[in-house]
């Protein structure tokens, strides 16, 4: 069911698994129509048809920024609970979870369209704004939160305090501070002061901003529309990839003629310097 925040402190949850609902007749993407009989969400995007070209528009309207690098109020996402319990799908509006493109990280990406009946409300709910025609998602965390993840970069393993971008390079001479490598994940791992543990996915291939910075705050910022994807929080990491293992699978086994590959190009010019690395290598495990 697709609930906002304001819902809930007005004790007014639906009696029934309702999917898609707003105060609008909108046109709908999902494979699951809205309903007029289901209590309206408040929405600050507006959908209208073109006859022009025989395309439909879809005219954003989510507080639309000035143009002056202000950012404008956030608001609460809508949710929806996906896959399993305690997995949620956030986006700004109705609309713009209509707007937004197929999932090419669900390894069956209609998971990720598909409500499913549950009773679980979110521990954590993000709000939205724009930013130069960005969409900026903010969560907040008790101070003391650690957060992992956020693909390859340059320094320690946790990530806190650090920005990311995710935006593949080529940096061969890479060091502590550089902020894109050769991997781009948008995923966070929040371990909690209390040690449970939540995962939060931007699913959304194009360059993306995740500002981790501020105590206990993850900022992303990238082009909309794009739905954030939440698991757990879980009582421990393992649970937490376990449930993200769900919905975008595992990693395959590489064949064994595969490895070494990319050394065999780069680094070992020769079959002699080849025999030397196996011969310290196997002298120095076995």
Not at 45 to 65: D, H, P, Q, W, Y
Not at 102 to 122: A, C, G, L, T
Not at 181 to 186: E, G, I, V
Request: glycine share 6%; aromatic share 10%.
């Amino acid at each position: 069911m697709v609930l906002s925040s304001s819902s809930l402190t007005s004790g007014t949850l639906p009696s029934s698994p309702s999917f898609f609902s707003n105060d609008r007749s909108l046109p709908s993407l999902n494979p699951i129509a809205p309903s007029p009989s289901l209590p309206a969400i408040r929405s600050s995007a507006l959908a209208v048809t073109s006859r022009s070209k025989g395309r439909r528009c879809l005219i954003r309207r989510m507080n639309v920024s000035k143009g002056d690098g202000s950012e404008t109020a956030p608001s609460d996402m809508i949710f929806v609970p996906i896959l399993e319990d305690g997995v949620f799908r956030f986006d700004s509006s109705v609309e713009h979870r209509n707007a937004a493109f197929p999932s090419v990280s669900f390894k069956n990406s209609k998971d990720r369209e598909v409500p499913i009946p549950s009773h679980i409300v979110p521990a954590f709910t993000p709000t939205y704004s724009l930013l130069e025609e960005q969409q900026v998602v903010t969560f907040q965390f008790s101070p003391g939160t650690s957060f992992y993840g956020t693909g390859e970069v340059g320094g320690q393993l946790e990530r806190t305090g650090k920005r990311v971008f995710t935006w593949n390079t080529d940096a061969w001479g890479y060091g502590p501070g550089t902020t894109s490598l050769y991997q781009s994940h948008p995923w966070v791992l929040v371990v909690l002061p209390t040690g449970e543990t939540l995962g939060v996915l931007a699913d959304t291939t194009r360059k993306c901003e995740i500002d981790l910075r501020k105590q206990g705050v993850i900022r992303i910022i990238s082009p909309p529309s794009y739905p954030i994807i939440t698991f757990g929080p879980f009582s421990t990491p393992t649970a937490v990839l376990q449930s993200l293992s769900h919905a975008v699978g595992t990693v395959f086994m590489p064949p064994k003629w595969a490895l070494g590959y990319h050394q065999c190009r780069w680094s070992y010019m020769s079959d002699k310097r080849v025999a030397e690395v196996s011969i310290c290598s196997y002298s120095m495990y076995f």
